[in-house]
Nanobody, 126 residues
Framework: QLHLVESGGGLVQPGEALRLSCAPSRLTLRYYAIAWFRQAPGKEREGVSCISSADDSTHYVDSVRGRFTVSRDNTKNTAYLQMNNLKPEDTAVYFC???????????????????WGQGTQVTVSS
C-alpha cells in the first residue's frame, strides 16, 4: 500500500494562495492517478481535482476550476495542488489519494483510491 503524506496547509486570508504537496512514504507516485479531496466540518468528503498517470490529464470540479492547479513532479515523486484566490468556502481538511488504475473520473469514487494521506488543514478567514 502506498502511504501518502500531505503538507502545505495553513491559515490564509481570502484572495491569498497556498500550495499543498503530496508525497509517498515509499513506492513511486508516477504510476498512480492522484486526486485531491477535501472535507469541511459537517460535510461529506468531496473530490476537487485529479491528475492521471498516463498523460497527466487533469480534472477539476466547477467550484475550483480556474483557481486550483493540480500537477506532479516525477523527479521529486511529489504531487501538488496550487490553490489561488482562496475563498472562505475552501476551508476544509485536504487529502490526497492514489488510484492504482491511473485514471481520473468525474465522480471521484473514493473506493477506487487505495491509499490516502492523513490530511492537512486549510483555513481561509479574514
Amino acid at each position: 500500500q502506498l502511504h501518502l503524506v500531505e503538507s502545505g496547509g495553513g491559515l490564509v486570508q481570502p484572495g491569498e494562495a497556498l500550495r499543498l504537496s503530496c508525497a509517498p512514504s515509499r513506492l513511486t507516485l508516477r504510476y498512480y492517478a492522484i486526486a485531491w479531496f477535501r472535507q469541511a466540518p459537517g460535510k461529506e468528503r468531496e473530490g476537487v481535482s485529479c491528475i492521471s498517470s498516463a498523460d497527466d490529464s487533469t480534472h477539476y470540479v466547477d467550484s475550483v476550476r480556474g483557481r486550483f492547479t493540480v500537477s506532479r513532479d516525477n523527479t521529486k515523486n511529489t504531487a501538488y495542488l496550487q490553490m489561488n484566490n482562496l475563498k472562505p468556502e475552501d476551508t476544509a481538511v485536504y487529502f490526497c489519494a492514489a488510484n492504482p488504475y491511473g485514471y481520473c473520473k468525474a465522480d471521484y469514487d473514493t473506493s477506487e483510491f487505495s491509499s490516502w494521506g492523513q490530511g492537512t488543514q486549510v483555513t481561509v478567514s479574514s
